[in-house]
């Protein structure tokens, strides 16, 4: 039994467990929505374009949030842009704005070795070297995006299952689309550091999955 309660010992395993709790829950409650709109891909292909945008960061020497998080917006909006003209598919939009942003990465990634020292942990996660600051991150942007799901909670059900209809209807459909970008863009930039670019597509994507395979109740999902 000692040996069960040996590793909570150690500040950075408590630190660990913790992060990886609260962005677990954090990514299962938006990816809700991401598997209910068929936004699967969007959610691996934002990890990716958030990677660019840090090794960008780290090449000019600005700060690891401001970089990515500027870039993984502008990348979410971009996609919405070109998604909800219907010129091409948003799967295609999705392809193609973030495997720019990414080979825009991998190539300062293999040109700067300062890139590489600062996306190394990047790409696949640095859950045990995470401190208060992360940590603090983590839970806000948790409550931030808690508090957007909740406060939107009907107008976001009715353009997830008909935007057609609740676009008719008066509601702003583009506006909500946009706001979900954002909070996506911001909840991959806020757990891609402790989870890493793979594994935050996986924890947006499986745990609602699965859910939904459990359920029909939207509530309940």
Excluded: K
């Excluded at 309660?5 to 990514?27: D, I, K, M």
């Excluded at 842009?81 to 999705?94: F, H, T």
């Excluded at 940590?135 to 009907?154: M, Q, S």
């Excluded at 689309?177 to 890493?196: K, R, S």
């Amino acid at each position: 039994m000692q040996a069960i309660w040996e590793p909570f010992e150690f500040e950075f395993f408590r630190h660990g467990l913790l992060v990886a709790t609260v962005a677990g829950g954090l990514c299962g409650l938006l990816g809700t929505y991401v598997v209910l709109r068929r936004m699967s891909y969007l959610g691996h292909g934002l990890s990716h374009a958030v990677f660019g945008g840090a090794a960008a960061a780290a090449v000019i020497g600005v700060d690891f949030f401001l970089g990515a998080g500027v870039w993984g917006v502008a990348a979410a909006l971009a996609i919405g842009r070109v998604a909800r003209r219907r010129i091409i598919g948003s799967d295609a939009a999705i392809g193609v704005v973030t495997t720019a942003s990414f080979a825009f990465g991998l190539a300062l990634f293999g040109l700067y070795g300062r890139a590489r020292r600062s996306t190394d942990a990047l790409l696949f996660g640095s859950v045990l070297g995470v401190d208060e600051v992360d940590i603090a991150v983590v839970v806000g942007v948790t409550v931030a995006t808690a508090a957007v799901v909740f406060a939107g909670y009907r107008s976001l059900l009715f353009a997830t299952f008909d935007p057609e209809v609740a676009d008719v209807s008066g509601l702003r459909v583009g506006r909500l689309d946009a706001v979900l970008m954002v909070v996506l863009a911001v909840v991959i930039l806020a757990t891609v550091q402790v989870l890493g670019v793979v594994l935050v597509a996986a924890a947006l994507v499986i745990p609602a999955t699965v859910a939904r395979m459990l359920t029909n109740s939207f509530a309940r999902m």
